[in-house]
């Protein structure tokens, strides 16, 4: 439960319809595999005790008073350990049966919860057998203990705030008007459904996708526990899909058939990070009936995966997809900003590195969308000092491949006259040496712009923002920065995609332009012209310094809880210590350059991350750093 994280698991347990006592006893026994696993809270599917599919057995004296007992069997058995358990089965009460929740912990019966719509068509018949459940709390009678009975309740921990659930069964989350609509906006961070949803040809994906927006809907975890083989299959078959969703990303799902503990560790601090950044989420007081519950905070082993590259899907067919997504809303908005302009002309610094590469890309395709030749793509290669045959060459082939015209301005004259104005030493290899070609470079390219009536196009990515990597009206500044919101992890991945989709020559290229380091070309190359500065030497791996962007600006995550995400994601990788070195240098950094970010060029957001001043980012300029330095110090590696 530590860093706000609470691991859960969705249970479907071996079962025999009708028969209490042997489903109990597989309850308790999936009951202890969880808490060995460290689960806080195991949800099992609906009548789970009894089986849903009993019918008219329901009935029955016999089935209701042994479901009960073994209830009782369930609360006894596991009152030494710390962990929830939500078990279903039909309860008797004001002379109806209910479909219930019950929700057991550490000897007690925290609450009763009834099923609210009781569905009857197609193949559910449900209402035969059991009333609809109430919003009203009223007092049910177990083994001589008053247990609150009725759907608004609330389930809280006492010790570790936030960590609150409810509880809604199975057709409760397929209508319209859900229970956990009320639920969330009364508090609830996680909701969790017993279910018994019968399998049919399409309708596990309809399922998932029917939980993935409601997790996002709600911000809210939402875990949904399904019956599985053992259920009667006299007209239906089971399936125990099971599924765990945190804010609209599904974290777990268990194979169809398989049964068992479909296990995930829900991070309560984020859902409600991004509750408290979203104003059209509010909390209204439904009269709920809050019952509290005291839980040991200890440290979670986490089981959940954080990916390495946070911006980059893992799975090729999502990649090429969200690829091909990502270069048409930049391109996009370069259409519609040339469109409303009305230019045809536009300037580009290729410098044959990846993000120039990137922003050529996009360029052409928004010239192609406008029916534009692409001959009005003034690209401009400018080498100087630091520039090697490599990518210089790199620079010239993909102008000509695109069919852009090609401007070569060498500025090494330029710079040393520079020099001498300024009486600077150009021996002294020090930022001013530096970022006195950045600044000679984007003078050429405004001035061109204006010759040639156009808008010179930024090449910059969102890490180098992030980092502060760019030289203050220098390659800082455009008209029009297409890959702001482009980190660059997922920039490679692009001008990748490119090369798998273009022809064979371009793709070369774009190939040679990928294997080149990372690098402003700004210092003189080594002596066999290979480069010699290399950014990631001097700023940190930019795999590092994405992952704490994505946490610390989307998620909002504290330095100890990022460091400690990011041990585990690149185990193996990156030992503590290195780890720590670059994300105090990724927080010294992103405090100090805000005043760049300041004054940033328009540009399209693509992602969920934007540092844009008129966008989703408003820091001021001399924010202090101190309270998360202090946090990163603390940090014992």
């Known amino acids: 439960m530590k860093d706000g994280f609470v691991k859960i698991a969705c249970a479907t347990p071996a079962l025999r319809v009708a028969d209490c006592d ?15 696993k460290g689960i806080k809270v195991v949800c099992f599917p609906e009548l789970s005790i009894t089986g849903y599919t009993c019918g008219d057995l329901f009935f029955q004296s016999a089935l209701l008073n042994s479901a009960e007992e073994n209830l009782l069997k369930i609360v006894n058995e596991t009152a030494h350990m710390e962990i929830i358990s939500i078990v279903g089965l039909p309860f008797a009460y004001m002379g109806k049966i209910y479909n219930c929740a019950v929700v057991i912990f550490k000897g007690e019966i925290l609450g009763i919860v009834p099923k609210k ?16 459940g109430f919003d009203s709390e009223f007092d049910a009678v177990i083994d001589n203990k008053i247990v609150t009975f009725g759907t608004n309740q609330i389930f809280e921990c006492r010790n570790m705030a936030g960590f609150s659930f409810a509880v809604e069964i199975c057709e409760d989350l397929w209508v319209g008007d859900t229970p956990s609509i009320n639920h969330v906006k009364s508090g609830a961070a996680i909701i969790f459904n017993l279910s018994a949803s019968d399998e049919m040809i399409g309708k596990s994906d309809y399922r998932r996708t029917i939980i993935k927006a409601k997790s996002g809907s709600l911000i809210c975890a939402y875990a949904y526990a399904d019956a599985g083989i053992g259920e009667s299959t006299t007209d239906m078959v089971f399936a125990g899909h099971n599924v765990i969703s945190e804010c609209g990303t599904i974290l777990a799902e268990s194979k169809l058939f398989a049964g068992g503990l479909c296990i995930s560790d829900i991070d309560i601090y984020r859902i409600l990070k991004d509750r408290k950044a979203t104003n059209t989420w509010q909390y209204i007081d439904h009269n709920y009936t809050i019952n509290s519950f005291d839980m040991a905070v200890m440290e979670t082993r986490l089981d959940r995966v954080f990916p ?56 052409a395709h928004a010239f192609d969308m406008l029916s534009l030749d ?150 003189p190359p080594e002596e066999d012209g290979t480069i010699s500065q290399k950014t990631e030497d001097i700023v940190g791996p930019y795999e590092l310094h994405d992952f704490f962007l994505y946490y610390v600006i989307r ?82 590696d």
């Not at 719509?117 to 609809?132: D, K, L, M, T």
């Not at 080498?383 to 490599?390: K, W």
């Not at 102008?399 to 150009?426: N, T, W």
Request: net charge negative.
């Open 374 to 523: 692409r001959s009005g793509i003034i690209a401009v290669t400018m080498p100087c000092f630091g520039t090697t045959d490599r990518t210089y060459n790199n620079a010239c082939r993909l102008a000509e491949s695109y069919g852009a015209k090609l401007c070569e301005v060498r500025i090494a004259d330029s710079v040393m006259q520079h020099f001498k104005d300024i009486c600077h030493d150009p021996d002294n290899h020090d930022v001013t040496y530096e970022n006195s070609q950045a600044r000679e470079r984007t003078q050429i390219l405004m001035d061109i712009a204006n010759q040639n009536g156009g808008i010179v196009i930024g090449t910059g990515d969102l890490s180098e923002l992030a980092l502060g990597w760019a030289t203050y009206n220098g390659d800082h500044m455009s008209m029009y920065g297409v890959n702001a919101s482009i980190p660059k992890t997922l920039v490679r991945y692009l001008v990748a995609y490119e090369a798998d989709n273009t022809n064979k020559e371009l793709s070369a290229v774009l190939l040679d332009v990928l294997d080149t380091p990372v690098s402003p070309e700004l210092l």
């Open 555 to 636: 998620l909002g995550f504290s330095p100890k809880k990022i460091y400690r995400l990011a041990c585990i994601s690149f185990d193996g990788v990156y030992d503590g210590q290195t780890i720590l070195k670059w994300l105090k240098k990724f927080y010294w950094r992103f405090f100090s350059q805000q005043f760049k970010r300041s004054c940033l060029p328009d540009g399209p957001k693509v992602g969920s991350v934007t540092l844009s001043p008129r966008g989703d980012w408003r820091m001021p300029s001399d924010a202090c750093v101190t309270l998360w330095q202090r946090e990163l110090d603390s940090i014992e």
């Open 117 to 132: 719509n009781i569905p009857n068509y197609s193949e559910f018949y449900e209402a035969r057998y059991f009333a609809p």
């Open 308 to 363: 390495q590259k946070p911006f980059v899907p893992s799975v090729k067919s999502d990649l090429d997809s969200n690829c091909k997504e990502i270069l048409a809303i930049q391109s996009v908005g370069l259409m519609t900003r040339l469109r409303h302009i009305g230019c045809k002309n536009v300037v580009i610094g290729l410098s044959g590195g990846l993000d120039s590469t990137l922003a050529l890309i996009v360029t």
């Open 22 to 36: 042997y489903n109990t006893d597989k309850i308790i026994e999936m009951i202890k595999e969880a808490h060995l």
